[in-house]
Nanobody, 115 residues
């Protein structure tokens, strides 16, 4: 059974950095596109960044220049490096991955930006 597990969330001060990881497991032959989303309380889920297997990336305007998505295909893992964090970045961050025709989701990790 395919699982996605995020890690790296936590509490950080404004202006700080965090690196999130999302590892896929479960006998996967090939992971396609991967992406990071977030959802803040009372708000809709927001797509932050996507990355293809070949490394092409797309970013939301809200994080462009501050966040960087990357992946390690050998480890079936996607990363989100978050710099210059702001209080409005506080949310639950989740990853997803497309494997064959199915999109799988992780359980999410909380990121809180506060002094």
């Amino acid at each position: 059974q395919v699982r996605l597990v995020e890690s790296g969330g936590g509490l950080v001060q404004p202006g700080g950095s965090l690196r999130l990881s999302c590892a896929a497991s479960g006998g996967i032959l090939r992971v396609g596109n991967m992406a990071w989303y977030r959802q803040a309380p009372g708000k809709q889920r927001e797509l932050l960044a996507t990355i293809t297997r070949g490394g092409s990336t797309i970013y939301a305007d809200s994080v462009k220049g501050r966040f960087t998505i990357s992946r390690d295909n050998a480890k079936d893992t996607v990363y989100l490096q978050m710099n210059s964090l702001k209080p409005e970045d506080t949310a639950v961050y989740s990853c997803n991955a497309k494997i064959l025709t199915t999109t799988y989701w992780g359980q999410g990790t909380q990121v809180t930006v506060s002094s």
